[in-house]
């Protein structure tokens, strides 16, 4: 059993955890997005849903937005892509990440605290819910080994078109209430840099 192996909404029952919907960043600021890139995106996406496969979302759309985020914040946190995670496997908390996102900048070797875990999905956001919160749950117990905790672990399943956001904090699950979309980029982006800021 692996991340990919856990289904939505049973994943809450197997892993022991509280669900609620919320409004997780309705006071969460945008980022300014620069015209250029701006139009670089809309390029991506265009060409993305033209051949409408997970890896063309992951790479025109998904990555390019975090690659951008990652130079607004002076590259101030960690970007893995594509990763084996392996935390524990006799529970199913295992398997590859898309993306992880940790708030030490090194990238020679994962470190805690995980922030985020950014899982793309090809064809709608419930299908993810599941490996993503499973995941969440990993980088919950990997940050709770080290000497850095944070107090909750941010999950993302977007389809590139679409983003929603989720919080786990000890047992306690929360989706965010609403889902955003590419064409709100710039909150998009200000949402993933309110999570990376609220770890000091």
Request: one cysteine or more.
């Amino acid at each position: 059993m692996s991340f990919r192996d856990f289904n939505f909404p049973e994943v809450q029952h197997l892993l022991g955890l509280t669900l609620a919907e919320v409004d997780l960043f309705g006071k969460a600021a945008p980022l300014d997005v620069s015209a250029e890139f701006a139009g670089r995106m809309r390029a991506g996406v265009d060409l993305a849903l033209a051949i409408n496969t997970e890896k063309a979302r992951s790479e025109f759309i998904i990555a390019p937005v975090l690659m951008e985020l990652r130079r607004l914040l002076g590259e101030g946190f960690g970007l893995f892509s594509g990763i084996e995670f392996d935390v524990d496997a006799s529970r199913g908390l295992s398997g590859y990440c898309d993306f992880i996102l940790t708030r030490s900048p090194l990238q020679s070797v994962l470190t805690a605290p995980l922030v985020a875990i950014v899982e793309a999905k090809n064809d709608n956001i419930r299908t993810g819910l599941g490996q993503c919160i499973a995941a969440m749950v990993a980088a919950r117990e990997f940050n709770a080994k080290s000497s850095a905790p944070v107090e909750s672990t941010y999950g993302v399943v977007t389809t590139g078109g679409a983003w929603k956001f989720l919080r786990l904090t000890g047992s306690a699950l929360e989706l965010d209430k609403h889902e955003y979309f590419v064409a709100e980029l710039g909150r998009i982006m200000g949402i993933l840099a309110s999570i990376l800021r609220t770890h000091p």
